[in-house]
């Protein structure tokens, strides 16, 4: 960090003194809006950065989160609360205002990510160990419901309607929790729909839940506005016939890209992104990329969807227009591209190179790299704007 | 204010101490998030309240505003500042954590409505005296850019690129101010689009402008992923050979839907919800509503669009399936309902009742009122998730 960006942070409120020294402790936080923040998950370290992308800086860290080698995060709907999902099981509430855990619980031996309840009172979290999923107060970080499954869970998004949805990896199944009625989840379940499914979306309207396949190509969409509901099989037969490839990396459906009328999502174990018709939800083209695709995040505002890859291709960045479905461009930010976050109106990206240890910032439009900020093996980025997104 | 609200808002921040009294001045603004904070124009005070919809209570008051007989706002990408637009020209950047005018110019002589940039950078104004869109800068309200016109000019709203589209409601044009250079406007200029252009909208993928005309049946679509640029007329005869009946209030089209895949506009001077395809652009059906409509406004996360009505009918809300294209819902909340906000996800709906002097609020599923705020002749209702929302 140069003089001027040390100065700048240091009158905005605590400081970073220098890349890689904790923020000070007690220290009084300063008043600001919180709709420019957002936290960058040091995953080796187990801590986070607290970032702002007006100035595009750091404003401090926060140290003490465990094992985030697989960290996610969700933001509570004022904005200034931040709920991240350790690997270890840990779910840690933090204030990004006052850059401090306010509380911390090991909910269980082993969890891969979370959701927030639309009305902000519920926070659940996803395992593997012991399986199933728990649901608790936000303010607390009381347990409100335990929600046994005999299976890994997976996919865990929020819906409309103080709902949550998720898919039971082993048992091949889709769930939806309903908290409308209070503490006691209604639950609805439907079995068979598919061979091991690893992860899964919600659209930003609240209407298709969709769920990726590991076991068998294709994917599970569920219509939430159709009665009966009924998951369904899409793009069951998209690597028919071919031979398959080893998988170095599960691709993430967290970073679905929905523009311009289409869903561009990776294809498992294969060198391409499939573009599916948004109405129809069938195959509309493929794109030929780099490597195996693990994230493809549209740029809001934007027709390009930016694509990141699995070993041995994790330097490299692609970007697709999302009309034409061609590659438009392709840049090396350095070994280990793990994770890409657009500001909310699109004009700008941050990128985690995690072996670089390096977050890069680039105006989405020119693809200019503009600043650069010091981190610690970082991985995924999360801003606060995603506190009003349905699905994030 | 019942004492538990009043004692929860002191100890939250400066307090509003009763019902109808401003805001203490000076009051130490207290630490908080801002993603779930928002204000409420008091249209014939010249004044906001300044609101957080987690306790769904009013935080304080801001006067001095001017004439905001039609006033509208946009928020600073840090959710911290709002910019509010006077009928009366002003443009007023207030501080919404210490509740406090920061600056205010008079920047014209009668103004409409405003945008800013996808960077947070300018914020531009439409003007009716003396016509044309002036933009400033955020941080100092200086101007930046002054664009004549010769024309009223309305439906101005932020594109990606840090550009700005509007129409000119007399010349019948829409024009792209690119402001991606810096200062100096690259104009692109569309004629001859259409009669009485009154008002226009963004997709919230920055991919579609679209402006209602009030001179003939019809819209004007603007597809800004194609090229080459080119409007063209869509629902051009959605009332042809049907008697006019008298307009008694403009519809506006900032509160269009798209749900389910079809946008839902209200119809000039008819008693219609007009619904066009989102890809075609072709009409496929419409719903028969109580009155003219004047907002149609889409729940995020639901199939629901609520719509409110010009007078005689201002009294009323109806609540319509954006997949049946049925009214399923219709209450009274009281004369004289002149705007709705959702909670950024949905789950509450705030709604204005300017001659009962109060916002209600209600559960957007179960259609139940959960609380009411007093408000002095209370319209716009704006929250600071829009900061993050392209057109809004």
Chains 1, 2 share one sequence.
Request: glycine share 12%; charged share 25%; net charge neutral.
């Amino acid at each position: 960090m140069n003089r001027r960006n040390f100065l700048k942070t240091a009158a905005a409120g605590p400081a970073l003194l220098a890349s890689g020294l904790p923020a000070l402790a007690g220290t009084k936080a300063a008043l600001r809006g919180t709709g420019d923040m957002g936290i960058v998950i040091e995953r080796a370290t187990g801590s986070i950065l607290i970032v702002e992308t007006t100035n595009r800086s750091i404003l401090g860290r926060v140290s003490g989160l465990g094992d985030l080698s697989h960290a996610s995060a969700v933001y509570a709907r004022d904005e200034r609360y931040v709920f991240v999902f350790g690997r270890d099981g840990g779910l840690t509430k933090i204030d990004i205002l006052e850059q401090k855990i306010v509380k911390r619980v090991l909910q269980s031996g082993n969890a891969i990510g979370g959701a927030i309840s639309d009305d902000g009172k519920l926070v659940a979290v996803s395992n593997y160990k012991p399986g199933g999923v728990r649901i608790f107060d936000t303010d607390t970080l009381e347990m409100v419901a335990d929600i046994p499954a005999g299976s890994k869970t997976v996919g865990l998004v929020d819906a409309p309607g103080r709902r949550f949805i998720f898919t039971l990896y082993d048992a091949g199944e889709i769930w939806i929790a309903d908290m409308s009625e209070g503490r006691v989840p209604k639950l609805t379940k439907f079995p068979d729909i598919g061979d091991l499914p690893y992860d899964g979306l919600i659209t930003g309207d609240g209407r298709h839940y969709i769920a990726g396949l590991f076991g068998q190509d294709g994917l599970v969409h569920l219509d939430l506005w159709r009665e009966p509901l009924k998951p369904e099989m899409v793009l069951d037969h998209y690597g028919r016939g071919e031979k398959k490839l080893p998988v170095y990396k599960m691709p993430h459906l967290e970073g679905w890209a929905l523009a311009g009328g289409k869903f561009l999502l990776p294809a498992v174990g294969r060198h391409e992104v499939l573009a599916m018709d948004a109405n129809s939800f069938k195959e509309v083209g493929r794109v030929k990329v780099h490597g195996q695709p693990v994230f493809v995040m549209a740029r809001p505002g934007g027709r390009h969807a930016w694509v990141n890859f699995a070993l041995p291709d994790n330097d490299t960045v692609q970007v697709l227009d999302t009309v034409t479905l061609k590659v438009i461009h392709e840049f090396k930010p350095g070994p280990a591209v793990l994770h890409m976050e657009f500001t909310p109106r699109g004009h700008e990206v941050w990128v985690s190179v995690r072996d670089t240890g390096k977050v890069e910032i680039y105006d989405a439009a020119s693809f200019e790299k503009l600043a650069e900020l010091p981190a610690q093996s970082p991985s995924g980025i999360f801003f606060t704007a995603r506190a009003h997104q349905i699905g994030l």
